[in-house]
């Protein structure tokens, strides 16, 4: 199975690394990874969801244990890493919560789904689409809440609480992805024919989800590669980050599912383990600079954790299943 995964997993890899070298191409140092990150989030990712939620069979249903090993080990996972990552970063609390961040939240959308995806066929569609919607909003909406929380300088509480439910109604309500995933989920419970034209539209929008994303990766990791070359950068949090991320991370969830679900179906454990183990995403970045954290050390991060990704994913796959 070792090979087998890692056969499956470089191709998307080697997306990220054709990006990386176009972003030395002037072409593509403008704006070029705003707007195909953009063409990603909002059309071709939600069209993929739509398509994976539409095919997939949900007479079996959705595992419980499934979201709630996900929820208790990411909890779990930072809360155990978030102490020496402060007691690292002397004692830095918005640099520790962001490293902490980057220790556990991967990039289940742009390169999960396309991993999971090639590594389970169909079989893996509906445990990919639930388990990125899972991670997506534990820090979509944990992250920003906690930060609210921790560092507003609001004096009075409505202020804050009005904030906070902002920060709700926009990782739920204005979410393209959720909206595709129930849309789909949707047409799959009530056997609804959409119009073959519009279908095959969307499939062939969904087609372009994996390359562009995994190229929009690649475009991101350059000015990670800045990072390192600069200097001045602490790297005992990004190694420590970067080991909670590619190996804490997939290990305490087998563990978890081992103890707690041994029954859990093969696909569901599988997409687990995967998505537990993948490289940190470039979100955890945006997320950090947005809230006063060092996106220098979270950009290393996304680097390091990408670039040993290839080896620990077929690795945890191989071990963890």
């Known amino acids: 199975m070792l090979v087998e995964v890692f056969l499956k997993v470089l191709p998307l890899f080697l997306g990220i690394l054709v990006g990386y070298l176009a972003s030395y191409w002037p072409r593509f140092q403008e704006n070029a990874e705003p707007a195909i990150s953009a063409f990603v989030f909002y059309i071709a990712l939600p069209a993929l969801l739509f398509v994976v939620a539409a095919k997939a069979d949900l007479g079996e249903g ?86 609210e929380l921790l560092f507003s300088q609001r004096a009075d509480r409505a202020g804050r609480w009005k904030a906070i439910t902002h920060t709700v109604y926009k990782a739920m309500v204005c979410s393209p ?46 000015g990670a590669v800045r990072v390192f070359r600069g200097g001045k950068l602490r790297l005992t949090p990004v190694w420590a980050a970067g080991v909670a991320k590619l190996i804490l991370m997939p290990a305490a969830t087998a563990a978890a599912a081992l103890i707690f679900a041994p029954d859990i179906p093969h696909p569901w454990l599988i997409t687990l383990i995967i ?13 950090s600079q947005t809230s006063g954290g060092d996106g220098r050390t979270v950009a290393a991060i996304i680097l390091v954790t990408n670039f040993f990704g290839i080896v620990t994913l077929p690795i945890a796959a191989q071990l963890f299943t």
């Open 62 to 147: 959705i595992p419980p244990a499934f979201p709630a090993l996900i929820v208790a080990v990411t909890v779990g996972v930072s809360l155990v890493s978030f102490v020496p990552l402060w007691i690292i970063s002397k004692r830095d609390l918005p640099n520790s919560i962001a490293a902490t961040l980057s220790a556990t939240y991967g990039n289940v959308s742009y390169l999960g789904i396309p991993v999971v995806l090639g590594i389970l066929g169909t079989a893996g569609g509906l445990p990919a689409v639930i388990g990125q919607l899972v991670h997506n909003l534990i820090f979509l909406l944990g992250y920003p809440v906690l930060h």
């Open 177 to 222: 992805l959720i909206w595709a995933i129930v849309l789909g989920i949707a047409v799959s419970t009530t056997k609804i024919s959409v119009f073959a034209p519009l279908m095959e539209f969307t499939s062939m929008l969904a087609g372009a989800a994996a390359p562009g994303a995994l190229f929009a990766i690649g475009l991101s990791l350059r």
């Open 275 to 287: 998505m537990a183990g993948m490289p940190t995403s470039a979100t955890a970045y945006v997320l």
